[in-house]
C-alpha cells in the first residue's frame, strides 16, 4: 500500500505514488483529512514555531500514525500479503531537513518495523513549507517556569504513578497528554488537577494533543468504511515524538519520561497462537535504545527514559500508594484497551472493563492494597462487568470475546507454574531478540514477579468466585 502525506499545501502525488492513499495535514483544518493540534506546542510557549528538526519529527510520526491507523491488515489486505496480517507500507512523506533524515531512513524503517510489526519503506522529499507559521489572535495559555523534565501522561495507572513518583522527588514536570477521544481528554485533565492540587509547590503544566486520522483519500466509495486499523502501535512514536517537541520549547537536555512497567514492555505473547502485533513494543527496550540513537544521529539532544523498566505494576503501586494524590486518582486512571465500550449503556465513561489483558494486570497490581473501603469503591464500579466473567461458565461462551484475555493470562500462569524457571524464561527472551545478557537477567525477574503478581490476583478470585480459576491453571489442562 503507498501512502502520500500532505503538509501545508496540496500537491500532486507522483515518482511512483500517483495511485497512492493521500492525507492532507494542511494549514486550513476544515480541508484536511489528517487533522492535528500541533501548534499548542509552540503557542503555549509563546513561539511562532518550531526548529525544523522537530517539526519534522512530529510530521513523520503523525504520516506514520495516520498510515498506521487507517490501511487496514485485513479485510480489504486479505490475500495481498504472505501471511494476510502484514503490511507492506510504502509512505511519501515532506521533511524540512532532507538531508538528515535520509542518513538515517534505514534507522528509521528499522524502528517502524519493530514498532508495528510491519515492513515500511519510506521515502522523503523536500520541503520549505512551515506548518502553521502564521500570527494568530487565538490566546493560548502561556507556559513559563523551569521545568527538570517533559513526562507523558496517557490517563493510565503507571503515567499517573510516574508523575505522582517524579513530584514527590520534587522535580517540576511538563506533561504531555494525548486526546485520542474526548472522554479520555477529560478524564487526563481530571488527574492532572488532582496533582495540580496536591503539589501546589510544584511547576505542573500540561500540553494536550490531538490526531485525528479521517478516511484517505483516493479510495472507492464502498471500502472506505473498511479502512481502519485498531492495532495502531505507532501511537507510542507518535507520543513520545510530540513530548520530544515539547522538550525542545523548554531547553537544554532535559529528558522526556515514559513510565511504564516492564512485564508490559517486554512482548512475550502469553500464548503461542496470540499475536505479537497486537501487544505494545512501546518500552520494549530495543525500541527505546534505537529510538535514542535515531535522535542522537538527528541532533536532538533529549534522551527518553523510562525510570519504571525493571518494575512491575505491583511495585510501582506499592512505590506511591500511600501518597494523597494516589489514594484520591488512581481509582480514575484508565487502563483498559477499549474503555468505551465497556460501559455501554452506563454513565460515567471512560470506564476500565475489567477483563481486558491490561485490566487483568491493572488489577493484579491493585490486589491486597490496604486503603479504605469508600476509596476501593470506584475500583469495585470500573470493573463490576469484569467481576461477573471470572465464573467457568463463561469459559464455554466464545460468542462473547470476553474471556479471550483471560483465557491467555490463565494459560501464561499455568506454564509458570509448570514451567517458570530462570532458565526457561531466559531461552524465551534470547529468543525475542533486541537485548543483551545483563538486560535479559533484569528482565526475567520483572517476568516472573509479574507472573507471581497475577498469580496471587487469580487466588484472591477464586476465593470470591469459586475454585475453577485455580483449577484452571494448577490442574491438568490443554496446552
Avoid at 506548518?131 to 493510565?156: M, Q
Amino acid at each position: 500500500m503507498k501512502v502520500w502525506i500532505n503538509k501545508a499545501a496540496e500537491e500532486t502525488p507522483s515518482n511512483g505514488f500517483e495511485d497512492a492513499i493521500r492525507f492532507d495535514m494542511l494549514d486550513e483544518g476544515p480541508k484536511s483529512n489528517l487533522k492535528v493540534n500541533f501548534e499548542e506546542i509552540w503557542r503555549r510557549f509563546n513561539r511562532e514555531n518550531l526548529e525544523n528538526i522537530y517539526e519534522d519529527l512530529i510530521t513523520v510520526a503523525a504520516s506514520v500514525y495516520a498510515a498506521d491507523k487507517r490501511v487496514p491488515r485485513v479485510g480489504v489486505w486479505a490475500g495481498e500479503v504472505e501471511d494476510n496480517w502484514t503490511r507492506d507500507i510504502h509512505i511519501s512523506i515532506p521533511v524540512l531537513e532532507l538531508k538528515k533524515w535520509n542518513e538515517v531512513k534505514t534507522k528509521l524503517e528499522d524502528i517502524l518495523n519493530f514498532l508495528s510489526g510491519d515492513i515500511w519503506t519510506v521515502n522523503f522529499r523536500k520541503t520549505s513549507l512551515k506548518f502553521r507559521n502564521y500570527v494568530t489572535k487565538k490566546k493560548y495559555d502561556i507556559i513559563e517556569g523551569k521545568y527538570d523534565a517533559v513526562s507523558l501522561f496517557s490517563g493510565g495507572l503507571d503515567s499517573y504513578s510516574g508523575a505522582i513518583n517524579l513530584l514527590e522527588k520534587d522535580k517540576n514536570i511538563c506533561f504531555v497528554g494525548c486526546r485520542e477521544y474526548n472522554a479520555l481528554g477529560n478524564r487526563i485533565f481530571e488527574l492532572y488537577r488532582i496533582l495540580k492540587e496536591n503539589y501546589p509547590d510544584h511547576n505542573v503544566e500540561m500540553v494536550l494533543f490531538n490526531t485525528d486520522p479521517r478516511i484517505p483519500y483516493n479510495i472507492d466509495e464502498g471500502l472506505k468504511a473498511k479502512y481502519i486499523e485498531n492495532t495502531s502501535r505507532s501511537r507510542s512514536f507518535l507520543f513520545l515524538s510530540v513530548a520530544l517537541a515539547v522538550a525542545s520549547q523548554i531547553g537544554g537536555k532535559i529528558p522526556v519520561y515514559i513510565p511504564e512497567n516492564g512485564f508490559i514492555g517486554l512482548n512475550l505473547p502469553l500464548t503461542p497462537s496470540r499475536r505479537g502485533s497486537c501487544s505494545t513494543r512501546t518500552t520494549h527496550v530495543y525500541f527505546i535504545n534505537a529510538l535514542n540513537n535515531l535522535l542522537q544521529t538527528l541532533g536532538i539532544l533529549h534522551k527518553v527514559e523510562n525510570f519504571f523498566a525493571y518494575k512491575t505494576k505491583g511495585e510501582i503501586v506499592q512505590s506511591v500508594k500511600m501518597t494523597k494524590a494516589f489514594k484520591m486518582g488512581a481509582g480514575k486512571t484508565i487502563s483498559c484497551s477499549h474503555p468505551m465500550r465497556a460501559d455501554k449503556g452506563i454513565k460515567g465513561r471512560p470506564r476500565n472493563c475489567g477483563y481486558c489483558y491490561p485490566c487483568l494486570i491493572r488489577r493484579a497490581s491493585l490486589n491486597g492494597i490496604d486503603i479504605s473501603e469508600e476509596y476501593l469503591e470506584k475500583f469495585k464500579e470500573d470493573y463490576k462487568i469484569g467481576m461477573a466473567f471470572v465464573k467457568n461458565e463463561t469459559f464455554s461462551n466464545p460468542d462473547t470475546g470476553k474471556t479471550t484475555d483471560l483465557k491467555a493470562v490463565l494459560l501464561a500462569v499455568h506454564n509458570y507454574l509448570k514451567h517458570g524457571s530462570k532458565d526457561y524464561y531466559t531461552q524465551k527472551l534470547i529468543s525475542l531478540g533486541g537485548m543483551d545478557m545483563q538486560e535479559i537477567e533484569k528482565y526475567v525477574e520483572v517476568y516472573m514477579k509479574s507472573m507471581g503478581e497475577l498469580y496471587d490476583f487469580i487466588k484472591e478470585q477464586a476465593r470470591s468466585n469459586g475454585n475453577e480459576l485455580l483449577q484452571f491453571i494448577e490442574g491438568k489442562i490443554d496446552e
